[in-house]
């Protein structure tokens, strides 16, 4: 379940555009180690994602676009 925080932050996007790009981060309890290899993993592709999109969700088994 989502923070009232990430909450915050989706509204706040959806509603006013702030921040410009959003990136949720929903991988559930997971290392720093294996946050580090994920993100390392997907740069590139949320770089290229984030140049046409500015809603993404990152999970442990996929990118999604999600506006």
Request: glycine share 6%.
């Amino acid at each position: 379940m989502p923070s009232s925080l990430d909450l915050s932050f989706g509204r706040s996007h959806l509603l006013r555009g702030t921040p410009a790009r959003l990136l949720i981060v929903a991988t559930g309890n997971i290392g720093n180690q294996d946050l580090s290899a994920l993100l390392l993993r997907v740069l590139p592709e949320l770089n290229r994602q984030f140049e046409t999109h500015v809603l993404i969700e990152l999970s442990r088994k996929a990118l999604v676009v999600r506006h």
